[in-house]
C-alpha cells in the first residue's frame, strides 16, 4: 500500500505564493507516477499537475506558467509550486500516485487526505 502524507496548505493573498508537499511512503517516489488534483465546493475534482517517472510533466491550462511541480526523489516527495496566486485556485488540493500512467485523468489508486489552499483577494 502506497501512503501520501500531504503537507504546505493554508490561506494567502491574491499573487501569493504556496508550497504543497507530499511524502510517499511504502514505494520510492521515482517508482511512481504523481500527480497534484484539486477541488472546490460543489465542483468536480479536476488534474491539475502531473509527472511521470522520468520527470515529464503535465498542467492544467488554468495553471500553466504559475505552477510547477517537482519530485525529490532522495526525500520520496512530490513538491507542487503555487506563484501568482488567484482566487479561482482555492480549493482542497489532493495528492495521487500510481504505477500506471493516468496524467490528469481521475484514475490514481492511491490518493492523499487533501490540504486546503484559500486565496484572499
Known amino acids: 500500500q502506497v501512503q501520501l502524507v500531504e503537507s504546505g496548505g493554508g490561506s494567502v493573498q491574491a499573487g501569493g505564493s504556496l508550497r504543497l508537499s507530499c511524502a510517499a511512503q511504502?514505494?520510492?517516489?521515482?517508482?511512481?507516477?504523481m500527480g497534484w488534483f484539486r477541488q472546490a465546493p460543489g465542483k468536480e475534482r479536476e488534474g491539475v499537475a502531473s509527472i511521470d517517472r522520468s520527470g515529464h510533466t503535465m498542467y492544467l491550462d488554468s495553471v500553466k506558467g504559475r505552477f510547477t511541480i517537482s519530485k525529490d526523489n532522495d526525500k520520496n516527495t512530490l513538491y507542487l509550486q503555487m506563484n501568482s496566486l488567484k482566487p479561482d485556485d482555492a480549493a482542497m488540493y489532493y495528492c495521487?500516485?500510481?504505477?500506471?500512467?493516468?496524467?490528469?485523468?481521475?484514475?490514481?489508486?492511491?490518493w492523499g487526505q487533501g490540504t486546503q489552499v484559500t486565496v484572499s483577494s
Open positions: 511504502g514505494y520510492t517516489s521515482d517508482s511512481l507516477y
Open positions: 495521487a500516485a500510481d504505477f500506471i500512467y493516468y496524467g490528469l485523468l481521475k484514475d490514481y489508486k492511491y
